[in-house]
């Protein structure tokens, strides 16, 4: 076994790296710094207590009823590497199964994003004054001094009238539509604080992040393929502008609970069709690429389309395991309405033609690894950085991508329409005091 690693998200490992547990909020919160401890705890919802009341067809009938609406499945396969792995961690670690958590009311948080979207507005709770939090948090993140005006300090540089955006420190801009479709660039080695006027929000910024808040559809996907390409890193000159050695995409798949629920929103159609012509040409050659997907048949095979058109061949799957505060699955591992894990494919660029690969090959092909976690917030996975990056030829010297992101990573470029949902300000504090007046992003 392999105790901990420097990483304090990292609560478990084994030897060969194929089993471990991991806690989100803590892994999110070391990819905001290049190197030594997180600033700041990253606001979380409390740790499941308990496996949810189980929705399973009742009878041996209705469920034989179900898997023949179905059709065949692998996932018989998936339950023998989860049980193995939680035998693992259950024999081996004696620790807890996540980090104590700075935790807020999810419910709020809900109803907070149904309001966004128009939805039951009369359940939205009464606006609360985060002010004195947020303002002692951006004290401590920016320099002494008054805040420079957008205007005093971008619109009369060239760079910002074009597609890329330099950041300075304390950069205040009129409206967080100033930076849409444009590449936005903290170049140093330090947090910086971004603000908005009107209304005022104030995002933290990592240090050598590089971020593109733009929608992933057909109008943009060609523009911001050339916004990658255009900029040129000094620190990383001997990298190829525009390409990538890590890419990870959390496509938002089409789910009607989520749908319903307005966490996110989702997309009918196959999110990766946009991305399929041009995307290829930002991963290097041998460079790794990470999808998320969801346990639909459908999505796999939009996933793996979408590989072949990049040419990755799968080399494993990961699958994340959701437990609870004291590591019991949150779900039956082999239920058939809800699963308790998600699968990330992982894949490898070649320099011939990609394929899919049959689930009958994967026993022998394709390699198994096992994450576990307990869940958080709706829509948060585990950071991958520390997990993804042993699997590169070169760790010293590469460039990192992340589509759809819901958050920055120190050193790596992000992509999508909510890129900076939980880089606000307010979802970050230093004691666990500031947890009762916080509320976390919409």
Same mark, same amino acid.
């Given at each position: 076994?392999?105790?901990?690693?420097?990483?304090?998200?990292?609560?478990?490992?084994? #030897?060969?790296?194929?089993?471990?547990?991991?806690?989100?909020?803590?892994?999110?919160?070391? !990819?905001?710094? =290049?190197?030594?401890?997180?600033?700041?705890?990253?606001?979380?919802?409390?740790?499941?207590?308990?496996?949810?009341?189980?929705?399973?067809?009742?009878?041996?009938?209705?469920?034989?009823?179900?898997?023949?609406?179905?059709? &065949?499945?692998?996932?018989?396969?998936?339950?023998?590497? /989860?049980?193995?792995?939680?035998?693992?961690?259950?024999?081996?670690?004696?620790?807890?199964?996540?980090?104590?958590?700075?935790?807020?009311?999810?419910?709020?948080?809900?109803?907070?994003?149904?309001?966004?979207?128009?939805?039951? %507005?009369?359940? *939205?709770?009464?606006?609360?004054?985060?002010?004195?939090?947020?303002?002692?948090?951006?004290?401590?993140?920016?320099?002494?001094?008054? /805040?420079?005006?957008? #205007?005093?300090?971008?619109?009369?540089?060239?760079?910002?009238?074009?597609?890329?955006?330099?950041?300075?420190?304390?950069?205040?801009?009129?409206?967080?539509?100033?930076?849409?479709?444009?590449?936005?660039?903290?170049?140093?080695?330090?947090?910086?604080?971004?603000?908005?006027? %009107?209304?005022?929000?104030?995002?933290? /910024?990592?240090?050598?992040?590089?971020?593109?808040?733009?929608?992933?559809?057909?109008?943009?996907?060609?523009?911001?393929? $050339?916004?990658?390409?255009?900029?040129?890193?000094? *620190?990383? *000159?001997?990298?190829?502008?525009?390409?990538?050695? /890590?890419?990870?995409?959390?496509?938002?798949?089409?789910?009607?609970?989520?749908?319903?629920?307005?966490?996110?929103?989702?997309?009918?159609?196959?999110?990766?069709?946009?991305?399929?012509?041009?995307?290829?040409?930002?991963?290097?050659?041998?460079?790794?690429? !990470?999808?998320?997907?969801?346990?639909?048949?459908?999505?796999?095979?939009?996933?793996?389309?979408?590989?072949?058109?990049?040419?990755?061949?799968?080399?494993?799957?990961?699958?994340?395991?959701?437990?609870?505060?004291?590591?019991?699955?949150?779900?039956?591992?082999?239920?058939?309405?809800?699963? &308790?894990?998600?699968?990330?494919?992982?894949?490898?660029?070649?320099?011939?033609?990609?394929?899919?690969?049959?689930?009958?090959?994967?026993?022998?092909?394709?390699?198994?690894?096992?994450?576990?976690?307990?869940?958080?917030?709706?829509?948060?996975?585990?950071?991958? $950085?520390?997990? =993804?990056?042993?699997?590169?030829?070169?760790?010293?010297?590469?460039?990192?991508? %992340?589509?759809?992101?819901?958050?920055?990573?120190?050193?790596?470029?992000?992509?999508?329409?909510?890129?900076?949902?939980?880089?606000?300000?307010?979802?970050?504090?230093?004691?666990?005091?500031?947890?009762?007046?916080?509320?976390?992003?919409?």
């Amino acid at each position: 076994m392999t105790n901990l690693s420097k990483s304090k998200s990292i609560l478990y490992q084994n #030897a060969d790296h194929t089993v471990t547990l991991i806690d989100i909020p803590q892994s999110i919160a070391e !990819a905001q710094v =290049l190197t030594g401890e997180p600033l700041y705890n990253l606001l979380s919802s409390e740790p499941i207590r308990e496996p949810y009341r189980s929705i399973e067809p009742k009878s041996e009938k209705a469920k034989a009823n179900v898997l023949a609406r179905q059709g &065949p499945s692998d996932y018989e396969r998936y339950k023998q590497v /989860i049980s193995r792995g939680l035998e693992q961690i259950s024999t081996a670690h004696r620790g807890p199964w996540c980090v104590k958590r700075s935790s807020v009311d999810e419910d709020k948080h809900v109803r907070r994003r149904k309001r966004k979207f128009g939805a039951e %507005e009369q359940d *939205a709770p009464s606006q609360v004054n985060h002010e004195p939090n947020s303002d002692n948090h951006e004290r401590n993140i920016k320099a002494s001094g008054d /805040i420079p005006s957008l #205007a005093a300090t971008l619109s009369s540089n060239e760079e910002f009238l074009t597609d890329k955006v330099i950041l300075k420190p304390d950069t205040v801009l009129d409206d967080i539509g100033d930076v849409f479709d444009k590449l936005v660039c903290n170049p140093g080695e330090q947090t910086i604080l971004m603000s908005t006027a %009107e209304p005022h929000s104030s995002y933290q /910024i990592p240090p050598q992040s590089r971020f593109c808040l733009a929608e992933i559809d057909e109008g943009n996907a060609e523009h911001c393929s $050339k916004i990658l390409f255009s900029y040129e890193e000094h *620190a990383l *000159a001997s990298l190829i502008p525009g390409q990538f050695d /890590i890419v990870v995409l959390d496509p938002p798949w089409h789910n009607r609970s989520v749908a319903r629920s307005g966490h996110y929103q989702t997309q009918r159609d196959d999110p990766l069709i946009i991305l399929k012509s041009m995307l290829g040409k930002h991963i290097r050659l041998h460079g790794i690429v !990470a999808c998320w997907i969801t346990n639909k048949d459908s999505a796999r095979a939009a996933a793996l389309q979408a590989f072949e058109a990049w040419n990755i061949s799968l080399i494993e799957e990961w699958i994340w395991l959701k437990v609870t505060g004291s590591g019991e699955p949150v779900y039956q591992v082999d239920g058939i309405w809800r699963r &308790p894990f998600e699968v990330l494919l992982v894949g490898r660029k070649s320099d011939i033609d990609g394929s899919p690969t049959d689930a009958a090959e994967l026993a022998d092909e394709v390699g198994q690894r096992v994450i576990v976690a307990v869940p958080d917030l709706h829509s948060r996975k585990p950071c991958l $950085k520390s997990l =993804l990056q042993p699997l590169l030829r070169d760790q010293t010297s590469y460039q990192g991508l %992340e589509i759809f992101a819901r958050n920055l990573v120190a050193s790596w470029w992000s992509w999508g329409n909510d890129v900076l949902k939980f880089n606000e300000v307010r979802n970050w504090i230093e004691t666990v005091e500031e947890v009762k007046s916080a509320v976390p992003i919409d």
